[in-house]
């Protein structure tokens, strides 16, 4: 199996990750042989086999329907590349 | 009524075309605090005030199930006659978008915690039945706003992480009628059981519809279009006869439709591609390890089950068996919670057969031109049943009542205390009656003496006149009675 | 008193106790010590000075009741530390102040613990070298040019260099254990779900554990005592009952059944490491263990499941870093413009790739082929264990195929780089509790590690193996303070 250029393109659009040529020949190249040793799993018959859920041996506890955070507006903000007060700010989203 | 009246069907040239439409509700589930979260779900909060760390993905924040969300998808699930699942597990949906800050939306996609189960719509011709594909939990995503600067989009993440209820409908509704019928439907049963307050306006509940079309007699599939997010039901219907209509010219064109996303422009009228969305998307499903599966035990359904209060469809069933009540007023009376407790309280004190009648009539009427809910009836339930005590022991008139009934629209006055005040108090006394009776014979002699020699409709207008001089409060019984012995 | 640097945390946290020295002169001595150590380039952010006058307050009202009273710690930084930059290693989060503590920091915090300041580590802990980071290459104090082993490069190198007592890392396949290896340091990695995960930037979720490293197995067993704890703010923590380790240590392992796998025999292994184990299960015997040969037939599959699972984890969990709420953000034009442009100057070579592989193995149509089947295999992997523990309490194993290798050696090999995790990463898909202590030198002179790998929730156990094995094996790390000038 061989990760193809276009396929790099694809996946890098899916990450919203930008990669140029170079960058995605370079991808390519390490993804290959990555995917090389990890087709080793293909070894194994699993088709009747469950996969696994979690190692956690436990199951989900439910917390109780209360408002415990506060209005943290501020402290949300504090960390944001641009807003003005009131909301995050980003470049026009293009439909 | 006939069967082909209500069906919805589409003629181009010779062809006739049947529309086959899904519904993927997204209700709003009623909680205090979100459904990974502890913020507040309240409406119509100052921006980013209802938001907390986890709900604006900070690093190292993890996710936390509210107990009571899923307790209000089981009970859903329930007003559904669905399957629970006792084991359910809880998918990340990756996406990018603004208002998305996790980058993925927790949903539930191969095992969710309610599977298929139907509603029954009352329509014209009859009973029609709704398959329910099935039902899960998801987060909301936040808001992205795109109209106050020319160059941003700002980001409210209020509603992020608020609970949601998707429930899928198999493609069962052949017509905007029956998808309005449905949507009243779900939205009655969901207020019901006070999982979801139904509020279009407020965004609580929305829907995509898929459509397609096929010649009718035939069984297979047409391809189908989802229209993403429309918020009200004339807008779906609107949005379902542009759709299916196009879909019908691209045939008849010998063009082919493509399975695609579309978008219902309200200001136009019409749905659009969004094709440039589809293309990105390739959601890569997978378990969240951040959560385990949710297991509930039977004991755990059994306990909600017992909670479950009487649903409109029983309803419906009990209001016509013990109170007769036609089909047509009980699906009246049901059609939401508020309306049948009302219509239950005022036959508590009064008879049922005015009761109805005045709700359906002049109640709905007087609300309806003020625009109002029952919930904001200026009339409470206990002066209403006063009032019809009041027509049913004869102290006040139909007529009379009428009057009463308009003032006790401007504010929630006693009806008694209107009577009183106002002097309103039918008159029958047969003494009484006699004078005015003989009074206005006295007055119209000659039409007396016509009525005698034979012209019997003049009746009426006696009956008119003593009304008249008593200011209506006559006995209308008495008075006829009377009249027809002194005549 | 002139050594204090060299002490263990027993022996800080007694003179302490003891009032023979003060939270200020042990926490000063640790800032010397870093202040001359910038050499090794173990911190991200330094905390100094706030550290001092914390240790100034702590002398003023001393609580010796507790576990950790006024001793100075630095910590990975990968754990949130209020109002303190936290940077995972990331250049996306080099300005990223959090406004809340992390579950494990703030146990730690609550023992009376100081922080002094933030440790390196391979961005978003995806590495096994440290040179991932963003804020550049970590020394090991072992000798100049040395890898510390990843991704809690910074930690095991501080703990190894003695600028903190102990430390805390996080491990996702090794993290802990590696460098702990690499640097001659003891290191746990508990059972998943001990420690809460809340406030730790995560990489993969469902492997991701915090653990202590230190200096020798009774502080790394206070240490462990200290942050395991059942936190509901993290679902998959666990809530079960936990050991005072520390008081409960005993070198006491008579009759202890350890398990030997005969797969961990790879090819290509060093004969030293072999060697090292065989001396390994001579000092378990010396010790009264019994030991048993055992087989864990899927462990060669255990590194192919786990570049699937953790990448596939990690794609998602860092989709978090979009430019929007905090963090770096570059300029774009429109709003996938900027999303592209950020992601993509502000993480590294190793992380972007990693992301590809995750976003690929969950793409629609290889979902089936790499994903649900590496969680099959997952399965698989943790019934051998599951088998083994019908026959014995304990594994023993190497830490690492090799010891520690010079900086810039693997950087062009993903392949190989990732080989330095086949005995440790069984462990986190498996969800046990793994323990690496230092065992001997090979013939570079760099240390060697083993690991004692246990049943869940049962570190009680390996912690007593590997304190009764200390002893016997009596490791003495080889560190000349180069860097010092």
New interface residues.
Partial sequence: MSIDLKTIKHISKLSRISVDEKKAEKLASDLNSIFDFIEKLNELKTENLEPLTSVAETTLKLRPDEVKSKNLREQIIKNSPKDNEDYFVVPKVIE | MSKEKSEYLINRNDNQYEVVIGLEVHAQVL???KLF????TKFGA?????????D???????????????KQAIKTGIGLKAKINKRS?FD?K?Y?Y?DL????QISQFKDPIVGEGKVILDMPEGQKEVGIERLHLEQDAGK???DL?????????NRSGVALMEIVSKPDLRSPEEVNAYIKKLRSIMRYLGTCDGNMQEGSLRADVNVSVRKKGTKDFGTRCEIKNVNSIKFMQMAIEYEANRQVDLIEDGQSVDQETRLFDTKKNETRS?R??ED?H?Y????????????VSDEFIDQLQSEIPELPDEKKKRFIDQFKLTPYEANIMVSDIETSNYFEDVVKKSDVKLATNWIIGELFAALNEKNLEITGSPISAGNLSKLINLIKDGTISGKIAKTVFEQMMEGDKDPKKIVEEKGLKQESDPKALEALIDKVIDNNRDKATEYKSGKVKLFGFFVGQVMKVSGGKANPQLVNEILKKKL | MSDITKQTLSELVNNIKKKKLSSSEVTKAFVDRSEKSKELNTYITEDFSNALDKAKKFDANPNLDLKLPGIPMAVKDLFCTANLRTTAGSKILNNFEPTYESTVTQNIWNEGAILIGKLNCDEFAMGSSNETSFFGNVQNPIDKNLVPGGSSGGSSSAVAAQLTPITIGTDTGGSIRQPASFTGTVGLKPTYGSCSRYGIVAFASSLDQAGPMAQNVKDCALLQEVISSYDQKDSTSIDFKRNQYSKELTKNIKGKKIGIPKEYRVDGMPKEVDDLWQKGIEYAKDCGAEIIDISLPHTNYALPTYYIVAPAEASSNLARYDGVKYGFRADGENLIDMYEKTRSEGFGAEVQRRIMIGTYVLSSGYYDAYYLKAQKVRKLIKNDFDEAYKKVDAILTPSTPSSAFKIGEKTNDPVSMYLNDIFTVPVNLAGLPGISIPAGHDSKGYPLGLQIIGKVFDEQNILNIAYAMEEKINFKNKISDWWIK
């Fill in positions: 909680s205090q605090s979260s502890t913020s507040a100052e921006p980013n005030t209802q938001v907390s760390l986890v604006a993905a900070f690093p190292g924040m993890l996710p936390v199930i509210n107990e009571f969300c899923v597990v990340r990756n990018f603004a800050p996790q980058g993925y992205s706003i795109h600067d020319p160059k941003n989009t700002f980001v409210d993440l969004m440039s969305k990105a390739d890569r499903y997978f378990p969240d390890p951040d959560l385990l599966p949710l297991e």
